[in-house]
């Protein structure tokens, strides 16, 4: 049973829509090449990126290596997970990642609240949820799991978001530990690690 | 205790259950989405706890069918990933020609897209009268409406855009009929299909095959049963035939990756080796 709050494994999971993909360039560019946990990144198929790999698309900018998740694979640190197009991405846990290809939810497939709800269940304590910008309410339920089990929620700020539905609907649902600017949510991310050492 | 390791502890029983009662053993699913599925069964059923699910489960044998139609995921589509079937038209039909029997096994088939696209390609490529698929799952409610072949007319849209992408030689509409909201796949593209109850975590080889597509079932599973099922299908398969599998799944890092080679990466096609 995990009691301790530094016993828990510390992981960043990011959900993000339309304008998704300028935000996660530029928050991923903040990470230091070193960062000593893992992210998981969900953008919407919707979000227009289609042709175009995604993980190649974020890793021109981004000092981490980007691979897309893969079915019954660990989750490893200092490495960006991709949640590929068209099917749900869940962490199990014993952090390894799931796919499935169920109903969509909220519209959507992957679902931020699907996987956001999976990392909860499996790190509580541990889970760093971040909601970018968007033009649905995909992942306020998701963020409100990961808030309810201890984890910690930063929303960016909807007055500077592409698209400010998905944030603002996070933040009426689950509400946050801090609302920041994109930059500010970069640093804070790449800062957290060393705190909580 | 918190609540949800008293969940957890439900569920636990609730497989227990499940596999004492009526044999069917969910304990090598991936936990996170069966989960999921889970709940969404017990807040559809109207049960108050998954306890009360069990109960259910024990006490209405009737009850099962639903059970398992709830914790299986028959989401398919027609023609899903096209260029897949445009890879097993352009690569594995001529191939498959030369037998001359063609017995192909749909695992995991849900309401029957996969079996219907498949009869097209057949069909088209003028292979389909010396045909024979298989179609199984472990859902009967989703079997039987795969044999029926209907499905709403708002999906005609999406499965026509990817027949063409497929490769395909005429219109989808030439094919079904639609009515009412509904679209109906003519009979005669079952002439040559079985339907079948198979449960891939128990049951055995029930035939040769040349082909097996199995697609969007293996994520579904823990690595135990994943390599059950491959080790399953192999030994379904004759030499130098042919497995395809979903867009997310693959041989790499499983029991029976030395036994087939690569043949089309990207479709997810794999081919047994010859005896040596
Ligand atoms: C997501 S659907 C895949 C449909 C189709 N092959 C596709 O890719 O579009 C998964 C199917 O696998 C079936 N399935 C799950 N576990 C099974 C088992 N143990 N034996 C047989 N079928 C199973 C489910 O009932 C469901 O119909």
Same mark, same amino acid.
């Given at each position: ?197 | ?29 991936? #936990? /996170? @989405?069966?989960? !999921? ?6 807040? $559809?059923? *109207? ?104 499905? #709403? /007319? @708002?999906?005609? !849209? ?6 063409? $992408?497929? *490769? ?105 080796? /010859?005896?040596?």
């Amino acid at each position: 049973m995990r009691s301790a709050k530094t016993a828990a494994p510390r992981v960043v999971v990011i959900g993000a829509s339309v304008g998704g993909l300028e935000a996660l360039k530029q928050v991923l560019g903040a990470l230091p090449a070193d960062y000593p946990w893992p992210v998981i990144v969900l953008l919407h198929t919707s979000a227009g990126y289609r042709g175009t790999r995604l993980d190649t698309l974020l890793a021109q900018r981004c000092a981490l290596p980007v691979r897309e998740a893969e079915a019954r694979r660990p989750l490893e640190a200092g490495v960006v997970h991709i949640a590929p197009a068209g099917y749900h991405l869940l962490v199990e846990q014993d952090l390894r990642f799931s796919l499935s290809v169920d109903e969509k939810v909220s519209y959507v497939r992957p679902s931020a609240d699907v996987l956001f709800e999976s990392l909860a269940e499996a790190v509580g304590v541990g889970a760093v949820g971040v909601i970018l910008t968007g033009a649905n309410d995909d992942g306020a339920a998701g963020l409100a799991a990961i808030r309810a089990r201890g984890g910690l929620a930063i929303v960016q700020d909807p007055e500077e978001a592409q698209a400010p539905q998905m944030p603002q609907a996070a933040l009426r649902m689950a509400g946050a530990d801090q609302v920041l600017s994109l930059e500010a949510i970069g640093a804070r991310l790449a800062a957290l690690p060393g705190e909580s050492a | 205790m918190l609540d949800t390791d008293a969940e957890e502890l439900e569920i636990r029983d609730f497989i227990r259950t499940l596999k004492a009662r009526h044999g069917y053993d969910f304990a090598q699913y991936a #936990p /996170a @989405s069966f989960k !999921r599925r889970l709940r969404a069964l017990r807040v $559809r059923s *109207g049960a108050a706890s998954i306890a009360a699910l069990s109960r259910r489960v024990t006490d209405e044998p009737a009850f099962l069918r639903q059970v398992l139609a709830g914790l299986s995921v028959p989401v398919s589509e027609m023609f899903r990933d096209p260029w897949v079937f445009e890879t097993l038209r352009r690569e594995v039909l001529p191939i498959l020609a030369s037998y001359p029997r063609i017995h192909i096994w749909q695992a995991g088939c849900a309401h029957g897209e996969e079996v219907y696209s498949l009869a097209i390609l057949l069909q088209e490529e003028g292979l389909y009268d010396k045909s024979q698929i298989f179609a199984t799952d472990l859902n009967d409610v989703a079997l039987e409406e795969a044999a029926e072949g209907i499905y #709403p /007319a @708002s999906n005609a !849209r999406l499965f026509s855009e990817n027949y063409q $992408r497929a *490769g395909g030689r005429h219109s989808l509409s030439d094919y079904f009929h639609a009515r009412y909201e509904r679209i109906k796949f003519d009979e005669s593209l079952k002439r040559n299909v079985t339907f079948a109850s198979h449960n891939l975590s128990t049951d055995g080889v029930f035939a040769e095959v040349q082909l097996i597509l199995c697609r969007n079932v293996l994520i579904y599973f823990n690595d135990t049963l994943q390599n059950r099922v491959l080790q399953l299908f192999r030994d379904s398969l004759v030499h130098k035939g042919f497995l395809c599998l979903g867009s997310k799944e693959t041989l790499a890092h499983t029991t029976v990756e030395r036994d087939f080679d690569t043949f089309d990466q990207s479709a997810r096609l794999y081919r047994r080796h /010859a005896l040596r």
